[in-house]
């Protein structure tokens, strides 16, 4: 997982994977390309980011077995 701030967004990268409950948690934040856009004005959605970084533990963890 990463990031990269932009002059109206912080991009979070790399594009979100999961359940289709988490993708559509994610929608709202959703890039053309799948990363998250969050709005600077916004509230970063902490508890969003957190379950997708959890997923991603688990999606690469999963790849490793």
Do not use: C, T, W
Not at 10 to 20: H, T
């Amino acid at each position: 997982m990463y990031f990269a701030a932009f002059k109206k967004h912080i991009g979070l990268f790399p594009p979100v994977r999961g359940g289709e409950k988490l993708r559509r948690a994610a929608a709202p934040y959703a890039g053309p390309k799948g990363n998250l856009q969050i709005p600077l004005e916004k509230p970063i959605p902490y508890g969003l980011i957190r379950r997708i970084v959890k997923a991603r533990v688990l999606a690469i963890a999963d790849k490793s077995r």
